[in-house]
């Protein structure tokens, strides 16, 4: 309910805007991408009447929270696949596999 109208302003008037915006009109949008989005309304904005701001597109090097037990860092260097708790592991499988599902759909187009 919180970011309702967020997520229905976004996907159904924002959204298809945004490859055209790009000079992209005849391309799909990326199959795996993220928004990261800033909240630009004043404290105590009713819900409804928030404006919500793009504060950037990735769709580069998209990551898999789930899998950030994996993520080598300075205190975890020899961190890998097997540091991720298994249902962690379990439902970033899901994911890649539903990622893949959709990718050999439209390849298959």
Do not use: H
């Not at 990551?63 to 592991?89: E, H, V, W």
């Amino acid at each position: 309910v919180k970011f309702k109208n967020l997520s229905t302003n976004f996907l159904e008037r924002d959204l298809p805007k945004v490859m055209p915006a790009l000079g992209l009109a005849a391309e799909p949008i990326p199959l795996w991408w993220t928004t990261d989005f800033i909240n630009a309304s004043p404290p105590g904005t009713k819900l409804e009447d928030e404006k919500w701001i793009v504060g950037e597109f990735n769709c580069s090097c998209v990551g898999i929270s789930k899998c950030l037990a994996a993520y080598c860092k300075d205190d975890t260097p020899t961190a890998n696949f097997c540091d991720i708790p298994p249902d962690d592991r379990a439902e970033a499988k899901r994911m890649g596999d539903l990622m893949g599902q959709k990718a050999l759909k439209i390849l298959a187009q």
